[in-house]
């Protein structure tokens, strides 16, 4: 046990000032400080709202600078680096995938200097991807999981809300024994989309549990013209990128709202720069 001013000295030599680790967005940064390592951070959205691509965009950005690591339970390697080429060639990802658009080498180039480890086996659990982790002797600095809801556990004695709640919970006791970040993409439930004007809230994740008691940080994915589009198939329906992160919970900060743009061809976000008054 240590005293108050032993326990102040200890902290503050520790102190990371400013933004740890960059999202990709500064908006999202000046108002979160970033991914911290040691925590945890979801990021959650309704199915086809852009969960994925939002991770991907985030993980392109940090593997830039730190070690990253991306599990993907839903989507094949293959496909996930196709979605990584449109994005940094800002193409059409279905024209790339018809073969319209070359890879340009550039883009390959740019590509193998990221520090990106990419896993992309179904079903598993907490405990394998905490060996995996370990197994690769790399110092992670952020680890990113597409999504929660596919991670499966050892028991299946629990319901599945209580396992969503265990799973969280291993997740983030794991973020703090490693001191590594992790972001997790999840499912938010029906709810919003029985909701006049469609907003998510923290509300929607309660079904699960305990996962709003247990993250660090939750940050909403909203684009209201999906639901005009793809819900009502209005046909005269035009999707103009209009699209939110809602940061809804912060444990050690602000919450809010941050405008980013969605760009449905090469399935990717934006962030607004108002000075330029641009993306």
Same mark, same amino acid.
């Given at each position: 046990? #240590?005293?108050?001013?032993?326990? %102040?000295?200890?902290?503050?030599?520790? %102190?990371?000032?400013?933004?740890?680790?960059?999202? !990709?967005?500064? #908006? =999202?940064?000046?108002?979160?400080?970033?991914?911290?390592?040691?925590?945890?951070?979801?990021? *959650?959205?309704?199915?086809?709202?852009?969960?994925? *691509?939002?991770?991907?965009?985030?993980?392109?950005?940090?593997?830039?600078?730190?070690?990253?690591?991306?599990?993907?339970?839903?989507?094949?390697?293959?496909?996930?680096? &196709?979605?990584?080429?449109?994005?940094?060639?800002?193409?059409?990802?279905?024209? +790339?995938?018809?073969?319209?658009?070359?890879?340009?080498?550039?883009?390959?180039?740019?590509?193998?200097?990221?520090?990106?480890?990419?896993?992309? $086996?179904? !079903?598993?659990?907490?405990?394998?991807?905490?060996?995996?982790?370990?197994?690769?002797?790399?110092?992670?600095?952020?680890?990113?999981?597409?999504?929660?809801?596919?991670? $499966?556990?050892?028991?299946?004695?629990?319901? $599945?809300?209580?396992? +969503?709640?265990?799973?969280?919970?291993?997740? $983030? &006791?794991?973020?703090?024994?490693?001191?590594?970040?992790?972001?997790?993409?999840?499912?938010?439930?029906? *709810?919003?989309?029985?909701?006049?004007?469609?907003? /998510?809230?923290?509300?929607? =994740?309660?079904?699960?549990?305990?996962?709003? #008691?247990?993250?660090?940080?939750?940050?909403?994915?909203?684009? /209201?013209?999906?639901?005009?589009?793809?819900?009502?198939?209005?046909?005269?329906?035009?999707?103009?990128?209009?699209?939110? =992160?809602?940061?809804?919970?912060?444990?050690?900060?602000?919450?809010?709202?941050? /405008?980013?743009?969605?760009?449905?061809?090469?399935?990717?976000?934006?962030?607004?720069?108002?000075?330029? &008054?641009?993306?």
């Amino acid at each position: 046990m #240590q005293t108050l001013r032993d326990s %102040i000295d200890s902290v503050s030599k520790n %102190i990371v000032s400013g933004i740890e680790i960059s999202t !990709g967005f500064q #908006q =999202l940064d000046d108002m979160s400080l970033g991914f911290k390592r040691g925590e945890l951070t979801l990021i *959650a959205g309704r199915p086809s709202i852009g969960k994925t *691509a939002m991770i991907v965009d985030m993980a392109l950005h940090t593997s830039q600078k730190y070690n990253t690591g991306f599990f993907s339970l839903e989507m094949g390697q293959q496909q996930l680096i &196709e979605r990584m080429i449109a994005n940094k060639q800002d193409v059409s990802y279905t024209d +790339l995938k018809k073969g319209i658009i070359d890879v340009k080498q550039e883009t390959k180039d740019l590509l193998s200097t990221h520090s990106l480890w990419i896993d992309d $086996r179904t !079903g598993l659990t907490p405990e394998v991807i905490w060996a995996t982790i370990k197994a690769t002797k790399v110092n992670f600095d952020v680890i990113f999981i597409d999504y929660l809801q596919l991670i $499966r556990t050892a028991t299946v004695k629990r319901a $599945r809300y209580e396992e +969503l709640d265990r799973i969280t919970e291993n997740i $983030r &006791e794991t973020a703090k024994q490693l001191n590594i970040a992790f972001v997790v993409a999840a499912q938010l439930n029906r *709810a919003v989309d029985n909701r006049e004007n469609h907003e /998510p809230r923290l509300s929607d =994740l309660r079904e699960t549990g305990g996962i709003e #008691q247990t993250c660090d940080k939750i940050i909403l994915l909203h684009r /209201p013209a999906y639901y005009n589009i793809y819900e009502k198939s209005d046909k005269d329906a035009v999707d103009d990128g209009e699209a939110w =992160l809602i940061l809804a919970k912060n444990r050690n900060g602000e919450t809010g709202r941050i /405008p980013v743009v969605w760009f449905g061809k090469s399935m990717a976000f934006r962030q607004v720069n108002f000075e330029l &008054e641009s993306f």
